[in-house]
């Protein structure tokens, strides 16, 4: 079955950076679009990012667009989000996002605090 499990979040410094990871298992990795995804306490679900199946096309939101970037490797399964700059409104539970192919799935999670 499909499992995608998020890792590195944790408390940081406004100004300071992060990098998710995303391991992927149980589908085709490599011809699948992903997402990374979050949630805010008491908000709705907030699209980051996408990639292509080869990496070659990304897109981003406007709230992170210059301060994200989503990436992955197909040969390890893994989808990544490296986040510099953090700002205390980028806390949240992030999420990546097997997105196309459907059935749309995510992950567990992985909570990320930003505050001094």
């Known amino acids: 079955q499909v499992q995608l499990v998020e890792s590195g979040g944790g408390l940081v410094q406004p100004g300071e950076s992060l990098r998710l990871s995303c391991a992927a298992s149980?589908?085709?990795?490599?011809?699948?679009?992903m997402n990374w995804v979050r949630q805010a306490p008491g908000k709705g679900f907030e699209w980051l990012a996408r990639?292509?199946?080869?990496?070659?096309?990304?897109s981003y939101a406007d709230s992170v667009k210059g301060r994200f970037t989503i990436s992955r490797d197909n040969a390890k399964n893994t989808l990544y989000l490296q986040m510099n700059n953090l700002k205390p409104e980028d806390a949240a539970v992030y999420y990546c996002?097997?997105?196309?192919?459907?059935?749309?799935?995510r992950g567990q999670g992985t909570q990320v605090t930003v505050s001094s």
């Open positions: 996002e097997k997105w196309r192919p459907l059935p749309i799935t």
């Open positions: 149980g589908f085709t990795f490599s011809s699948t679009t």
């Open positions: 990639i292509s199946t080869d990496g070659a096309v990304t």
